[in-house]
């Protein structure tokens, strides 16, 4: 079983679109996280969410909405697609707030044309 | 300045090499530090973490100088294996709390 899953893994859009993002995890976290990384690499955080409560919401466009049904889900969707928002999106997991070891999913690979 | 900087290489060694990498952050009040890895085109992955008196899991040998602010992650013996990006990673009292900041990795190739 995979521990954080998200889908879809790939999604080719156009600009304009609105899409969304779902992430899973099964491992009985209280943390959630959304990461995006772009094509420098660099990996940063957009929203965390703890026991399904926002707790980090980083210098994202509010075209960005994440929703957490429950603590196991963390979705995201994306509203008005940008060329700029091409880049792979990471799902993550701990079991708690401070802690080092997050559980990545796979990724999801955004392409906007 | 960014606030957490690595070298990104690549670092091209030949399989049995020793290879270091450094990473330098700029909050002083940073608590906990960790090396990341990330194969190509996955997920990261926890490496290790980084203790204050250093520490050995292996082949890898974490380091941190908080007095310079840099860590630093030592591979011996290199395993083709070993070929990743290699992100080191700081969690510390910020705008957004306690939140990991990630580096832009350093990318190490191990050839036969």
């Known amino acids: 079983d995979t521990a954080v899953s998200q889908t879809p893994k790939y999604l080719v859009t156009q600009m304009g679109n609105d899409k969304s993002i779902k992430c899973e995890q099964n491992?009985?976290?209280?943390?959630m996280y959304w990461y995006k990384q772009d094509s420098k690499k660099f990996l940063k955080i957009m929203f965390s969410y703890n026991n399904k409560e926002l707790i980090i919401n980083e210098t994202v466009p509010n075209r960005f909405s994440p929703k957490s049904p429950d603590k196991a889900h963390l979705n995201l969707h994306i509203n008005s697609l940008e060329l700029g928002d091409s880049a792979v999106y990471f799902c993550?997991?701990?079991?708690?707030?401070?802690?080092?070891?997050?559980?990545f999913g796979e990724g999801s690979r955004l392409t906007v044309l | 300045r960014k606030e957490v900087e690595q070298d990104p290489g690549p670092f091209n060694v030949p399989e049995g090499a020793t290879v270091a990498f450094n990473c330098t952050y700029s909050?002083?009040?940073?608590?906990?530090f960790f090396w990341y890895r990330q194969d190509c085109r996955k997920e990261p992955k926890l490496l290790m973490s980084v203790y204050s008196s250093g520490n050995e899991d292996g082949r890898f040998t974490a380091q941190l100088n908080r007095a310079s602010q840099y860590i630093s992650l030592l591979i011996r013996d290199s395993k083709l294996s070993d070929s990743a990006t290699y992100l080191c990673v700081v969690r510390g009292n910020n705008n957004a709390g306690n939140m990991l900041t990630f580096g832009g990795g350093t990318r190490l190739m191990v050839k036969p």
């Open positions: 491992l009985g976290h209280d943390t």
């Open positions: 909050n002083s009040a940073s608590q906990s």
């Open positions: 993550a997991s701990s079991p708690t707030v401070n802690t080092g070891e997050l559980f």
